[in-house]
């Protein structure tokens, strides 16, 4: 059974920085494509960023490129999403997902079988 557990959420101010990680509990972590979403005040989950299996694709949404980064650590089962120049419109919770039946990583939420319970991320100006 896959279980995923997010940190490093929290308050920061707009222009700062958090890196969250999401530790994966289970087997073969190393099989499995990787994805941040998160959900918006209001709003609908959202795709922000996914990882290959190994790590040899990346995906962003368009609303955070250049200023987010997905990396993964298969020897420690991690996946970690480094955001820089945080807006106040990427306050949300975010969510690690995992799927393993897709080749390359997917930005549709539905493909993804497995999720963690979240965490907030807040930025105020």
């Known amino acids: 059974q896959v279980q995923l557990e997010e940190s490093g959420g929290g308050l920061v101010q707009a222009g700062g920085s958090l890196r969250l990680s999401c530790a994966f509990s289970g087997r073969a972590f190393n099989i499995y494509n990787m994805a941040w979403f998160h959900q918006p005040p209001g709003k609908e989950r959202e795709f922000v960023a996914a990882i290959r299996w190994d790590g040899g694709s990346l995906d962003y949404a368009d609303s955070v490129k250049g200023r987010f980064t997905i990396s993964r650590d298969n020897a420690n089962n991690r996946v970690h999403l480094q955001m820089n120049s945080l807006k106040p419109e990427d306050t949300a919770v975010y969510y690690c997902?995992?799927?393993?039946?897709?080749?390359?990583?997917?930005?549709?939420?539905?493909?993804?079988?497995?999720w963690g319970q979240g965490t907030q991320v807040t930025v105020y100006s």
């Open positions: 997902a995992a799927d393993r039946r897709a080749f390359q990583p997917q930005t549709d939420a539905d493909q993804y079988a497995f």
